[in-house]
């Protein structure tokens, strides 16, 4: 069972997101990475406008 106080998979309302580099809550978090993992199912890695910039992260869609 899934712990609902787990920041990245709690529901923290529309339009915010949760930022893996800060681990924090963010409004402009954005998928920046996938991780494959051959059993199981994979990560999805977000990122926050100022962390992308600072780290030069780019969205995966890019």
Request: include cysteine.
């Amino acid at each position: 069972m899934r712990k609902t106080t787990d920041p990245v998979h709690t529901h923290t309302g529309p339009g915010l997101g949760w930022c893996h580099w800060h681990k924090g809550p963010s409004g402009t978090a954005v998928l920046v990475d996938v991780i494959e993992q051959g059993s199981g199912p994979g990560r999805q890695l977000y990122a926050c406008a100022p962390c992308r910039e600072q780290r030069r992260l780019t969205p995966y869609c890019e």
